[in-house]
């Protein structure tokens, strides 16, 4: 079993940065793909980045690319997402999930509890 906890969330003027953090208790963190993903309400959940278990490869929704860095440290067992450039339509509950490297939340075994982010025009 996999806990993960985010930190880091919470409200920002448009233009913006926030860092998130999601810390694994997994001993076996390196063994996992990790995600971010996002959900507005009254929307889907949503893909914004995901990082494979080396860190060496990255991928991003169109949009967020250019503005959100997702990186992990293995050694402290915690992924990050850098969020820069915020528009009020990123505000949602931002999760992050371990598992499989990919877009679907299907994909992904273990979940976060969320971290709310609110970006005001």
């Known amino acids: 079993q996999v806990q993960l906890v985010e930190s880091g969330g919470g409200m920002v003027q448009a233009g913006g940065s926030l860092r998130l953090s999601c810390a694994a208790s997994?001993?076996?963190?390196?063994?996992?793909?990790m995600g971010w993903f996002r959900q507005a309400s009254g929307k889907e959940r949503e893909f914004a980045a995901a990082i494979s278990r080396s860190g060496l490869v990255t991928d991003y929704a169109d949009s967020v690319k250019g503005r959100f860095t997702i990186s992990r440290d293995n050694a402290r067992r915690t992924v990050y997402l850098e969020m820069s450039s915020l528009k009020p339509e990123d505000t949602a509950v931002y999760y992050c999930?371990?598992?499989?490297?990919?877009?679907?939340?299907?994909?992904?075994?273990?979940w976060g509890q969320g971290t709310q982010v609110t970006v005001s025009s």
């Open positions: 997994a001993r076996l963190f390196s063994s996992y793909a």
């Open positions: 999930a371990a598992g499989g490297f990919g877009r679907e939340p299907t994909g992904y075994d273990y």
